[in-house]
């Protein structure tokens, strides 16, 4: 079965405190990885997608990396609004028309000054 | 550009009630999807739509839940009747194609 897998559950970071969420998955025919980020209360938000193992994606402080097994999303100096759950998706085998993503249970973060 | 609208944003009723949610996807995207989130069970997609027609509805709890996009820019989630264990945050998100899906803010429903 199809699935994905992210760590740590929580995670707590001083500000400036480098980190990586890690997403790790067995998916057969992946056909895209998928970075959300979560704020309370509000609906995920897209950070990044990839689709070939050793494509790598970056956007501010953040760099979404692939391998044939995993995913990791590197947080350099996070600063507190960085602050949020993470979440990781995957899509997987012909859909159709639109993409099926299934999601990891998230990686909650906090950053403190 | 407005982004998916989905209404009420707050939803408290009874067990037995019908409910109905509301979702307004992005103009010019032709897939929208409903998603349902729990602390148990994180994120879930229940159903969802191409070009208005629905395509894979295996997510779908029971025959309590109807999904129904009359039009490009209209869908509905009904629950009807309603139960404590439907109580959850639900999302809608629209995408163009297979393009990157966009969520709305979410309806949190509470079933007394």
């Known amino acids: 079965e199809d699935q994905v897998t992210q760590s740590p559950e929580a995670l707590r970071l001083q500000e400036g405190e480098s980190s990586s969420l890690n997403c790790s998955y067995t998916?057969?025919?992946?056909?895209?990885l998928f970075w959300y980020r979560q704020d309370p209360g509000k609906g995920p938000e897209f950070l990044f997608t990839l689709y070939s193992a050793g494509e790598e994606k970056e956007k501010e402080r953040l760099k979404a990396t692939l391998t044939k097994k995993e995913s990791f999303l590197h947080i350099t100096a996070p600063k507190p609004e960085d602050s949020a759950t993470y979440l990781c998706a995957f899509v997987a085998g012909i859909t159709g028309g639109g993409n099926k993503l299934t999601f990891g249970t998230g990686t909650q973060l906090k950053v403190e000054l | 550009d407005a982004g998916v609208i989905q209404s009420p944003r707050h939803e408290v009723t009874e067990m037995g009630q019908e409910v109905t949610l509301r979702c307004k996807p992005i103009s010019g995207h032709n897939s929208l999807f409903w998603y349902r989130q729990t602390m148990m069970r994180g994120l879930e997609l229940l159903i969802y739509f191409n070009n208005n027609v629905p395509i894979d509805d295996s997510g779908m709890p029971e025959d309590r839940f109807s999904a129904k996009m009359p039009n490009a820019s209209f869908s509905t989630l009904k629950i009807q009747p309603s139960e404590p264990r439907d109580s959850a945050v639900y999302f809608c998100?629209?995408?163009?194609?297979?393009?990157?899906?966009?969520f709305g803010p979410g309806t949190r429903l509470t079933v007394l």
């Open positions: 998916v057969s025919g992946l056909r895209g």
């Open positions: 998100a629209s995408s163009h194609g297979a393009d990157t899906q966009y």
